[in-house]
Structure formats: C-alpha cells, structure tokens
C-alpha cells in the first residue's frame, strides 16, 4: 500500500475512541504511525503518547485554525475534549465551531489526510534519507558466515553527513568492516552510524557496502530481517547455504509486523548452487522482510 495512504487508515484507527488516551496503546499503533513519531519497538505506554502527541501537535500547527483544532479534539489531544468516545468529541468541536457534526466529520478526515501529506513530505522525519536499493548476501556455507550490505541512499535534505543504519545481525556477536561509501563512528547492539566521505546534497545518490562476520563456529540466527525506519524502494536478498547434505526449507516474508520471524511464509526454492534470491519493493517502514529457514531434523 501507498506510504501516505496506510498513514490515513492507521491515523483513522487511531482517533478511535479515546486516541492517543487509549489503553494498550503500544497494540494500537501501526507501523506507518511508528515511523512517522519515531516510536521504536521497545517504547512502553507513557513514551508512546508522548512522541504521538508532540508529532501531531507539531504537525497540527502547520494547518490553518480549524484543521488545527479537529486535529487535536480527535485525538484527544485538546485540552477540554478528552471524551471517551470520538463521537462525543465531534460534538464538542461542532459546537466550538458552531458547524454540524457531519461537517466536522469531513474536517477531520480532511486534516488527517494534510497531516499524513505532511508527515510523508517531511525528510528529515526519516533522518534526512531513504533507500533506493538494498541488496543483502549471506553467506551460510563458510566458516565465518558472512553477510554483505550494499546501499544506495538518497538525501532528502541538503548537507546529508551521517546515516544510521540498523543491522542485520546483532553487532555484538560479529565483526564490522566498512567497505566503501563512509567511516563507521558508533555503533550499540542494533544499529551503527557512518559519517559520509563529504556532504550529499539533496536528491543526490550515495552507495555504500559493509560486511559482517560472525566468529568461527558461531551458528548465525536462523533468518535474515529488513525492518526499515524509512522509505526503501528495493530490497534484494541472496541466500547460500551449505551443500554437504539436505537444503534447509526458506520462507520470504513479506511486510509482517514486529522484528521477530513468525511462523510462516512463502516457502522459496534452494536452487543447485545451495541458493534462494528474494526480491522486495517499496517495503513500509515499520514491517519486517526477508527470509527465514529451517534445516531438516
């Protein structure tokens, strides 16, 4: 689905009964909506609300006075019209404004529709760049597994200097080696931060490679996940996998939510070569991709 219309349907969810004041609002939030206010995965319920609230409110500002308004009344972000339900707060904004309900219905629907055009206009939301191509090769029939990241990135602001970058296997457990396109100057345990050779300009193209290893020995996790925080127009991923006895069985999952694998998939081919090629595009930040497999007992 287009990026700014899942947006509109999850931001439609969302105003449902009493928005951003709702219980269990970690369930309630979709993957559109966690890109757009930066909620990561591990955000309890006081972190959730906070970012949602000072996203729409920060977004709600740049609409005129009356859009602004239903913007907040129906999320229940306005002060006075923290109802219980969306339809009494509505009511609330029809009388404030002196219109019909069926009027204010419209506005809303109106406003969230600005505010995704917004939210999607915004670069620097998503750091400043998207991806034009990813393509990922893991190596599983050496010694040191290896996995292979080339990147193509564009800047969606003028003087683009850094990147971060999520990684495809815990960092902790392997060893970084940046190939070309940048200068690795931190990293933690899910992602890392490249500094750029010189500034890019916006809508300019930057490549960029880096190589993972695991240890000797050290059994890599049983699958391979692309779960972007922006834009990603193409994902390329090529398996290879150990000759020496039976192929493992490959799933490719397609946009499934939350960074663990689930159970299922669309089981793929293993080639003669010991190989299966899976291609994605336009992946929705928020969604996890890519492959997972299971060996024969």
Partial sequence: MNG????????KRLRKGRGVLAGGIQQRVGPAVR???????????????????????ELAEQLPEDLRLVTLVA??????????????????????LERDERTVRRRVDEAINQVAELAAGDGNWFGGWRTAELSVAVALDQDRPEVLEQRRIVAEQDDLREVELVA????GQSDVQVLYGGTLIADDPAGFTLALPTPVAKEERHDLAV???????QAMQQYLLCVPKRPC?????????????RPPTVFALHGT?????????????????????????????????????EWPV
Avoid: M, S
């Fill in 168 to 171: 495809p296997i815990p960092l």
């Fill in 233 to 245: 127009e193409r994902f390329d991923l090529r398996l290879r996998f150990r000759r020496d006895g």
């Fill in 211 to 217: 190589r993972f290893r695991l240890p000797p020995r």
């Fill in 4 to 11: 700014h219309l899942e947006l509109v349907r999850e931001l």
């Fill in 35 to 57: 890109a757009a206010c930066d909620i990561d995965a591990g955000d309890g319920p006081v972190a959730v609300r906070r970012k949602l609230t000072v996203r729409l409110i």
């Fill in 75 to 96: 999320f229940a972000i306005e002060r006075d019209a923290k109802q219980a339900l969306y339809q009494e707060r509505v009511r609330w904004a029809a009388i404030q």
């Fill in 257 to 293: 939510p939350g960074e663990n694998p689930p159970r299922d998939g669309r089981e793929q081919a293993v080639d003669r070569a010991g190989e299966v090629h899976v291609r994605f595009h336009q992946l929705t930040p928020g969604l996890a991709y890519g492959a997972r497999w």
